[in-house]
Nanobody, 116 residues
Framework: QVQLVESGGGLVQPGGSLRLSCAAS????????MGWYRQAPGKQRELVAT???????SYNNSVKGRFTISRDNTKNTVYLQMSSLKPEDTAVYYC??????????WGQGTQVTVSS
């Protein structure tokens, strides 16, 4: 079983930056890919960014050039550096781990609010 614990959310003004962290534990050797998803009120959960073990990344078009996903394998932690934040980035952000056995694990979510 993989456990994911997120941190780093909060309130930020438009144009500001935040860094989210997600620490994985338990069965981390089975993880093929980690990433971030978000869900705004009244909307479906959507992919924000993912990163494979090999270092390949994928981003939602709406965050390209503003967000960067990275991973520290020694700490089993994935990060999402968010810059030039916009009000439309407001959402609950969820960490995701996808394993070699095609199982999905989710963190509890962390709120990001972009508002002046």
């Amino acid at each position: 079983q993989v456990q994911l614990v997120e941190s780093g959310g909060g309130l930020v003004q438009p144009g500001g930056s935040l860094r989210l962290s997600c620490a994985a534990s338990g069965g981390t050797s089975s993880i093929d890919r980690m990433g971030w998803y978000r869900q705004a009120p009244g909307k479906q959960r959507e992919l924000v960014a993912t990163r494979t073990n090999g270092g390949s990344t994928s981003y939602n078009n709406s965050v390209k050039g503003r967000f960067t996903i990275s991973r520290d394998n020694t700490k089993n932690t994935v990060y999402l550096q968010m810059s030039s934040l916009k009000p439309e980035d407001t959402a609950v952000y969820y960490c995701n781990a996808f394993t070699a056995t095609a199982r999905n694990y989710w963190g509890q979510g962390t709120q990001v609010t972009v508002s002046s």
